[in-house]
Each structure stands twice: as C-alpha cells, then as structure tokens.
C-alpha cells in the first residue's frame, strides 16, 4: 500500500507542477512517519523517500537510533527547550523554532556537537489560538534575527500549518500569508529559501502558493 501512496502523491506533485510550471525537483516530500512503525519508514525509503518527519522528540530519539541509512529526519511538531538535546544530533531539519529560548538553546547544544543546526520558523498564519508558532511580523523578524546572529544555526525558512477548514480560500490565504512574510524578509536582507506548508489535504494548494516542503503522513501511510 505505501509504494502505492507514495506513487500517487508523487503523481499529483508532478501534475500539479506541470500545470502551474514549476519543477518537481524543487519540491521536498516529507513523510510524516509519526505513529507509524519503523518498518513502515523503512518500505516508503525503499520507494526512494529520504525525508521523514516526527513530531515528538522520545519517538524520534528511538526511530533514529533503530533505523539504518541515510535519510533526513526532519522535526515537525511543538519542540520543548528540554527536548533539544535529544533530537539535535540526528535532525537534519527543525520546523518548528517559535521563541528566542528554544533558538538559544538549540544553537547552544549545536556547537557542542560542532554541528550547524538547520532550522525553519513556525508562522500560525491561521489566527487559531490552538496553533503554535509566531503571528506578529514584528516577533517574526526579531526570532530571524536572532537565528541569524547564531554561529550554530542556519534559517532555511518557515513553516505553517492551514487551518482545519474544507474552504479552499481560508487555506489559500494562510500559505499566501506566510509567502509573504517569506518575501517580506528576504527583501529586509535574509536569504530564506525554504517554505514548509500542505499535508494531505492541502498540499495541492501548498504547490500552487510556492511550498518547497510537504509534509504528507496519512496519504503517504493509510492502507
Ligand atoms: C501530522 C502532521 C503533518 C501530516 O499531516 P497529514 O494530514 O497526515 O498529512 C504535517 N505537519 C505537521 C506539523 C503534523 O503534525
């Protein structure tokens, strides 16, 4: 079933960007492998995926310290400053810096091991309190910064989740919401190239607004 999953997403990413004209090669298809067995991580990297995504540092901790290969593991959910020193070692990318403290602290256990740690900030562009992640352009620019001025830490971008609504155009409005801020930014002196948005229900929109990462877990691990 996932070489099957896998075949179709890779399908419609591919039409998608036939459609709007834009290359595949520039997208980066993560699968959200949270909840999902270690064996079914190592089907889908048979399949050629060679990101995978966690949202819990203990699961990840675990996963990466079994799993044999070369694979990008890719941290996606709500990262607690005490979790940092249990992920940092084995994560090629966190989406998820949302305070000073956690950048801190991650650029602080990065230079211990010698490592740059490459990093994306979380954006709620939905205005749902539920949500994590910045809001403020203000509170955004001032984390940017901050992750700038770390030896140890190298901002690629920023991520968010849409809300959880079947209209298209609220989803659409919060991609086009954190695009902006992504140009807003690089016209202020960064060179951020990454944006981190869709999942499976969105991740068309997602292309159609200029995501370079999905991150897609049911659609990719569903039977
Ligand atoms: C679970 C999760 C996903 C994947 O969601 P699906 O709807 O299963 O594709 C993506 N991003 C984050 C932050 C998640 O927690």
Redesign the pocket.
Known sequence: MIRNNIQQIKGKIADKCLKIGRKPEEITLVA?S?QNPLSSIIEAAKYNILDF?E?KAQELKQKTSEFIGEINWHF??HLQTNKVKDIISSTYLI?SVDSIKLAKEINKRAENIKKIQNVLIEVNTSGEESKFGLNLYDKIFELAEFCKSCSNINLMGLMT?APFTDDEIVIRNSFRNLKNIFEKLNSEGFTLTELSMG???DFEIAIEEGATIL?????IFRN
């Open positions: 959200v949270k995504g949202n996606i959910g989406h989740m999942m499976t229900n991150r897609i877990g049911t659609a």
